[in-house]
């Protein structure tokens, strides 16, 4: 049986696409579908938003709204920078609306230039209180850039791991 996969995420800066990107390329799945948030504003704008973002609010976002449906799915994969030792705003306001996470089994991940903070372990709390299982999480730090290497160790491990699910 093939698992169908999705991965969403978010970037400013463009670390974060490279990544998703990247682990999508190198995963062992032939159905993976990739869909980000764009932030149709400029990104000075993003923090003045942040609290009605994080109540929900996305209407300053271009995405595909099927993903807040999660049931077709087998796999989900997110990833998003830190924002303030916190997943982007844009993670919450989606999870307020994502549907069908219960029984899924999710890989999370995320840039930081320093600090991660606590990102994975609020993305992880979101997705479990939801019913969602958590299967990987990482954190990929790079002041100015990301370490492919270290991303390839990570799909290598996943690949793994990902056999034992499918």
Avoid: W
């Amino acid at each position: 049986m093939d698992m169908k996969v999705l991965l969403v995420y978010f970037s400013l800066g463009g670390r974060t696409k490279q990544v998703a990107e990247r682990i999508a390329e190198g995963i062992n799945f032939p159905d993976v579908t990739i869909e980000s948030f764009e932030y149709t504003k400029k990104s000075r704008e993003l923090i003045p938003e942040q609290d009605e973002i994080m109540k929900g609010d996305l209407s300053n976002f271009k995405y595909n709204e099927s993903i807040k449906d999660l049931a077709p799915y087998d796999l989900i994969f997110y990833g998003f920078p830190t924002h303030g030792g916190r997943p982007a705003t844009v993670f919450n306001g989606y999870m307020k609306d994502a549907q069908n996470l219960d029984g899924k089994n999710f890989v999370v991940f995320n840039t930081c230039r320093m600090f991660p903070g606590k990102t994975l372990e609020i993305m992880q709390t979101e997705i479990e209180r939801k019913g969602g299982s958590i299967v990987n999480k990482r954190v990929f730090k790079g002041f100015f850039r990301i370490k492919m290497s270290k991303v390839e160790n990570f799909i290598e491990e996943l690949n793994q791991e990902l056999m034992k699910l499918n």
